[in-house]
């Protein structure tokens, strides 16, 4: 019975909470609400992801505050205020968002509900490269918060248009796209906004590498290259220019193949240590190349595929780097007329060099070359030989160079020889001999062009031929040697404007005064007894020098001396000065006379004969 009650009174009470509940609702529904706000209009289709909402502005006794009702939320979207009403909401792409906007008045609330929808995400590749692009590609690519690069198909490489992010970075929006030549890749930009992304893919066939690429890829300016009327790159100057190190290694800049039209190329001072491989590979119309100042120890085996070569110049290599050998090939540059290997190193030539028949110019010096090739003299073209260090004496044909008019070597090993037929030689203009030379061979006075003469560098030429007399367009004499005297037919240089002896040479031939045009003469130490009668005749004489000899007397002739400027008699054994010497009191500026024999009477007699010359006695 009591549970019976319990369950009444249970059910009597749900019926009253009920019949409560429904009287509340009825005057829910009659009553007006207290006040109403609006949250703006619907919103559709927005393309930045963001918005300006437009609720109702607050009244002074107002309170509001935005909420999110739906919609799919990241760390992306949020409201910058949430209690102003027209704050700026932040949503993702592709998306619908029901937002609140709740208001409080006097303990009042009121809401209302906007609906705003974003754009679905897009991404955009802009391609940007310059007309001249054939095998490379220049990007601009849409970014949002992040973004990658992907790549399918074969391509050679890409970096970051501004180089700020490393070598292939993925993740800039901005690239330089290398392909490969004639080949196919595709290219895919993904971007992210939040946890949306979008892509966009382009197809690429990279053509033929193009010379303008090469240039870019060198940072060269238009005053470093030159083109022909084709367009064609005929002239590159990279001389001591920090982009050279690129020629290193055509698998990196395989643009640089395209340059094939060179006609001129200089790569001097660039610090190579290796010789680029795409000189002799691709650049077969070279006719000049400088690759001086660098540092490489060896030339390829292909340097012969430069057939048009005209000038070449590989010199002073650097950090005492030697190049040991010149290759084989190097014969198949037959067109090659200037040629300057100074300072590089070489011990061996080969036997092939001889068929550089248009060599013209040829500088070796700062080599030590063990022999020249036996045919050497099949260069008949050649006018300019600056040799090198020779282990041994130059070969026979040497003498065939028929067209030779510089020439200067050094034999560093035993007795230096000339061939027999040396003098075969007739355009030959300058000779400067360097060696342990004792004798000349009978056709030397031959050389009937002969200017400029130098016989030094451990030279002690025992006699000179008698004929030396014909050499009658010698103007400048260097000769080292133990003469004791010269040939009498030396008088018959009437050009000679230059004499420098060296070593022992005891008297000067009786007609010494013959040599008109004489300028310079110096024969110090070399032990000389006398100065002839006829030592006035020099009448362009300026300058004498004879220091540390055994003169004891100065001729009367001295005098005669009409262009005298400067003598040196220092250390002989001369005790007085002929009356004559007066003559030169207007032309004579300075006379050495230190550690002769004369007393002080004679030096003051002397000085009143040449008041104005300073005379040097100590």
């Not at 290694?249 to 200089?266: E, G, I, R, T, Y």
């Amino acid at each position: 019975m009591k549970k019976s009650l319990k369950n009444l009174t249970l059910i009597l009470l749900l019926i009253i909470l009920s019949a409560c509940s429904s009287d509340d609702n009825v005057n829910t529904e009659n009553e007006a609400p207290p006040f109403l706000t609006e949250a703006g209009n619907d919103i559709l289709n927005i393309e930045e992801f963001e918005i300006a909402l437009g609720a109702e502005a607050l009244k002074s006794n107002e309170s509001g505050v935005w909420s999110l009702y739906s919609g799919l939320v990241d760390e992306k979207v949020y409201f910058e205020d949430v209690k102003n009403p027209k704050t700026i909401f932040h949503g993702l792409p592709d998306e619908e968002y029901k937002l609140v906007w709740s208001v409080l008045r006097a303990g009042k609330f009121a809401s209302d509900t906007v609906t705003v929808t974003f754009a679905p995400l897009k991404t955009e590749i802009i391609n940007i490269s310059p007309e001249f692009y054939k095998s490379r590609l220049l990007l601009q690519a849409k970014y949002y918060d992040k973004g990658e690069w992907t790549f399918e198909g074969d391509y050679h490489s890409f970096y970051p248009f501004y180089y700020n992010s490393g070598w292939e970075d993925k993740n800039s929006p901005e690239i330089r796209f290398y392909g490969l030549e004639n080949k196919t890749c595709k290219l895919t930009w993904t971007t992210w906004y939040g946890s949306k992304s979008a892509s966009e893919t382009i197809e690429f066939k990279a053509g033929a590498y193009q010379q303008d690429e090469a240039l870019e890829d060198l940072n060269a300016g238009n005053w470093q290259y030159i083109k022909d009327e084709n367009g064609n790159v005929i002239e590159l100057n990279m001389q001591a220019d920090n982009r050279a190190w690129i020629f290193r290694d055509m698998s990196l800049f395989p643009a640089l193949q395209s340059l094939v039209h060179l006609k001129k190329l200089n790569l001097s001072g660039d610090g190579f240590y290796t010789f680029p491989p795409v000189i002799t590979s691709k650049y077969l119309d070279l006719e000049v190349l400088n690759f001086s100042n660098n540092a490489i120890s060896s030339i390829p085996e292909n340097f012969g595929n430069l057939t048009k070569l005209d000038t070449l110049k590989i010199n002073n290599n650097q950090d005492s780097k030697v190049l040991n050998a010149l290759p084989d090939s190097f014969g198949n540059l037959t067109k090659l007329r200037y040629l300057d290997l100074n300072g590089m190193g070489i011990s061996h030539m080969p036997e092939s060099f001889s068929n550089l028949i248009s060599l013209n110019y040829l500088e070796l010096q700062g080599n030590e070359i063990t022999k020249l090739p036996e045919n050497f003299g099949n260069l008949k073209n050649l006018e300019t030989f600056r040799g090198p260090g020779l282990l041994q004496n130059i070969p026979n044909s040497f003498s065939n160079l028929e067209n030779l008019k510089f020439c200067f070597f050094f034999i560093n090993s035993g007795n230096a020889v000339l061939p027999d037929d040396f003098g075969n030689l007739k355009k030959l203009e300058t000779l400067w001999l360097f060696g342990n030379y004792q004798n000349l061979p009978d056709s030397f006075a031959d050389l009937i062009s002969l200017k400029d003469l130098e016989i030094t560098g451990g030279s002690v030429i025992n006699e000179l031929p008698d004929n030396f007399g014909n050499l009658i367009n010698l103007e400048k004499v260097r000769i080292a040697g133990n003469f004791k005297v010269l040939p009498n037919s030396f008088s018959n240089l009437s050009n000679l404007k230059s004499l420098e002896l060296y070593g022992i040479l005891e008297y000067l031939p009786v007609d010494f005064g013959n040599l008109k045009n004489l300028e310079w003469l110096s024969i110090n130490s070399m032990n000389l007894k006398e100065i002839p009668d006829s030592f006035g005749g020099l009448e362009s004489l300026k300058t004498f020098r004879a220091y540390q000899n055994d003169i004891s007397v100065i001729p009367d002739s001295f005098g005669n001396l009409p262009n005298i400027t400067a003598v040196d008699l220092s250390y002989n054994y001369i005790s007085q000065f002929p009356s004559t010497i007066s003559n030169l009191s207007d032309t004579l500026l300075d006379l050495t006379i230190r550690g002769n024999d004369y007393s002080q009477d004679k030096l003051k007699s002397l000085e009143e004969m040449l008041p104005t010359t300073r005379i040097i006695t100590d």
